[in-house]
């Protein structure tokens, strides 16, 4: 069984009974450690095989104590270490097989050597290749093309993407559901890059700082400020149209 640090996913989980729970269950569990955790990036480690929630004969994900568990244990491995997909579902599996593995590092293979690869300044982000971000937003490659022409999706040097552009090619597929199509976004994502724009200029000063701990108190500040937009822009619309999210 894995470890759950005290006050991370498992304690969530305790308050839930220990019953099955539904990913709207889930999401309300995470988001007091994860708190920018979507229904959409629950669904992609799925796809990714990280876990496996049994489904009711109506198709409805019901996820045990464990799969929340070992949720939490990877958004915290990709938050913290800035592991890949693919060495944590390694790690965890191999853990969960009971074999003592030690956390595993980001590096470069040498001569039968791993060589460290030194921590830049500001850590990079966990990336999804091509063909992984087709898989899970369930697109082929003319709609991505489509969706990259209105700028909706940004591929990063070397084609590869960061990890939060799977939640945002599944949340664009999920509107094309409705007739809301990628045309239509660009006013959506004008809007999201004025924002951008707005925290990174309270954050610019920090970032330029010459104490290493000042600049990463600036990434705090900017995953602070980040929330609240995105916590004010969601009660904006939900005021403009008379209606209040779950």
Same mark, same amino acid.
């Given at each position: 069984m894995l470890?759950?640090p005290?006050g991370?996913a498992?304690?969530?989980?305790?308050a839930a009974? +220990?019953g099955?729970?539904s990913i709207g269950?889930?999401l309300n569990?995470l988001?007091? /450690?994860?708190p =920018?955790?979507?229904i959409?990036?629950?669904?992609?480690?799925e796809? !990714?095989?990280? &876990? /496996?929630?049994q489904?009711?004969?109506?198709?409805y994900?019901?996820?045990?104590?464990? *799969?929340?568990?070992?949720?939490g244990?990877?958004l915290r491995m990709?938050?913290d270490?800035y592991?890949?997909?693919?060495?944590i579902?390694?790690?965890?599996?191999?853990v969960?097989?009971g074999e003592?593995?030690?956390l595993?590092?980001?590096?470069?293979q040498?001569?039968?050597?791993?060589?460290?690869?030194?921590a830049?300044?500001?850590?990079?982000a966990a990336r &999804? $290749?091509?063909?992984?971000?087709l898989a899970a937003a369930? &697109?082929?490659e003319?709609?991505l093309? =489509?969706?990259e022409?209105?700028?909706?999706?940004?591929p990063l =040097? $070397? +084609?590869?993407?960061?990890? !939060?552009?799977?939640t945002v090619?599944t949340l664009?597929a999920?509107?094309g559901?409705? +007739?809301?199509e990628p045309?239509?976004?660009r006013?959506?994502?004008?809007a999201?890059?004025?924002?951008a724009?707005l925290? *990174?200029?309270?954050?610019a000063p920090l970032?330029?700082h010459?104490n290493?701990?000042t600049?990463a108190?600036?990434?705090?500040?900017?995953?602070?400020?980040a929330?609240?937009?995105v916590?004010l822009h969601?009660?904006?619309?939900?005021?403009?149209l008379g209606?209040?999210?779950p």
């Amino acid at each position: 069984m894995l470890q759950t640090p005290r006050g991370g996913a498992g304690h969530g989980t305790a308050a839930a009974d +220990g019953g099955p729970m539904s990913i709207g269950t889930v999401l309300n569990v995470l988001r007091d /450690e994860f708190p =920018e955790v979507t229904i959409s990036k629950i669904r992609f480690l799925e796809a !990714e095989g990280l &876990i /496996e929630p049994q489904r009711t004969p109506s198709g409805y994900r019901k996820f045990s104590p464990q *799969d929340v568990e070992r949720l939490g244990h990877v958004l915290r491995m990709q938050r913290d270490h800035y592991l890949p997909l693919k060495v944590i579902r390694e790690h965890l599996d191999a853990v969960e097989r009971g074999e003592a593995v030690p956390l595993p590092t980001v590096g470069r293979q040498r001569d039968g050597e791993t060589t460290v690869l030194e921590a830049p300044d500001a850590p990079t982000a966990a990336r &999804i $290749g091509r063909a992984e971000l087709l898989a899970a937003a369930g &697109i082929d490659e003319p709609v991505l093309v =489509e969706w990259e022409s209105y700028g909706l999706l940004v591929p990063l =040097e $070397g +084609g590869v993407y960061d990890a !939060e552009a799977a939640t945002v090619a599944t949340l664009v597929a999920e509107l094309g559901r409705f +007739g809301i199509e990628p045309r239509h976004l660009r006013v959506m994502k004008a809007a999201a890059d004025r924002e951008a724009g707005l925290v *990174d200029q309270v954050v610019a000063p920090l970032k330029r700082h010459r104490n290493p701990q000042t600049r990463a108190h600036a990434e705090a500040r900017t995953k602070e400020l980040a929330g609240l937009t995105v916590k004010l822009h969601a009660a904006l619309v939900q005021t403009a149209l008379g209606v209040r999210l779950p």
